[in-house]
């Protein structure tokens, strides 16, 4: 089952500090050429090499196969498909010098107010902030996905977070959350997902944290989107910004 929203929209001033943080100098392509109707175009080709050099452990052919999968499904050209995935997952980036993520994740999550409560923490990967996502899946008891476990339960005392970090309420009632709980259960030992630009598969036989925590509510009986931004791919930071989520707690 595929999951999405409408994609964002992005201004002029957006999009010029998305490249200058990503150092990329891509001319705007010409969306009216029959090519880039197809994933294998210079235009597209180009988006995804730059995207490559953000996304350790995803292979070309992966994320060529995401696009084209994307475009059928969205009815979208794939040079469409792949600029709004890049620019996205610059966006939900930021340098690891200003996020805090060179802290040690030492800390233990307080009891959460609600099972079903959310968790966000600095993690980052090649000197680039995104965090990480997990859920509360009992007052004791955390599921999250990771590379060197996949998706997984662990106890509260097991989990540590940095400085920074902070608890999410999901502002619904205690049955969606239990819903989305029980489904969220549904994915352990499913193998980490490295692709977050393109993750927006609520079923996916892959998963990485915020894709976990999202298909877990939007696939259950919650039918709850907690990307708080659309696009292609969520990310930990879009779930921070949904209007389903608040905070209440930070390290």
């Known amino acids: 089952m595929k999951c999405r929203k409408h994609y964002f929209q992005t201004t002029i001033c957006t999009a010029a500090a998305v490249l200058m943080f990503a150092g990329a100098n891509v001319a705007q392509a010409d969306t009216t050429t029959s090519d880039n109707l197809?994933?294998?175009s210079p235009a597209v080709s180009a988006i995804l090499n730059d995207m490559l050099q953000y996304m350790p452990n995803v292979s070309y052919d992966e994320l060529e196969q995401s696009v084209a999968f994307e475009s059928q499904a969205s009815q979208m050209s794939p040079l469409d498909v792949a600029e709004a995935a890049r620019q996205e997952m610059f966006a939900n980036q930021m340098p690891v010098a200003n996020s805090g993520a060179?802290?040690?994740?030492?800390?233990?999550?307080?009891?959460?107010?609600?099972?079903?409560?959310?968790?966000?923490?600095?993690?980052?990967?090649?000197?680039?902030?995104?965090?990480?996502?997990?859920?509360?899946?009992?007052?004791?008891?955390?599921?999250?996905?990771?590379?060197?476990?996949?998706v997984h339960l662990l106890t509260r005392k097991k989990m540590k977070v940095s400085k920074t970090a902070y608890n999410l309420k999901v502002n619904t009632t205690q049955t969606k959350r239990n819903a989305a709980v029980a489904r969220s259960k549904k994915f352990?030992?499913?193998?980490?997902?490295?692709?977050?630009?393109?993750?927006?598969?609520?079923?996916?036989?892959?998963?990485?944290?915020?894709?976990?925590?999202?298909?877990?509510?939007?696939?259950?009986?919650a039918k709850i989107d907690l990307d708080g931004t659309g696009g292609p791919g969520v990310y930990p930071l879009d779930i921070t910004a949904s209007s389903y989520t608040s905070k209440y707690h930070t390290y």
Not at 214 to 219: E, F, K, M, R, T
């Open 38 to 40: 197809t994933t294998d």
């Open 102 to 150: 060179e802290q040690t994740a030492n800390i233990t999550p307080i009891t959460p107010k609600y099972v079903g409560d959310l968790l966000w923490t600095p993690a980052h990967t090649l000197f680039v902030q995104h965090g990480h996502s997990a859920m509360y899946t009992a007052k004791d008891q955390i599921i999250e996905s990771t590379p060197e476990a996949g």
């Open 188 to 221: 352990v030992r499913r193998a980490y997902n490295y692709n977050f630009a393109l993750n927006k598969d609520s079923n996916g036989s892959k998963m990485n944290c915020s894709q976990l925590v999202w298909a877990a509510y939007i696939s259950s009986a």
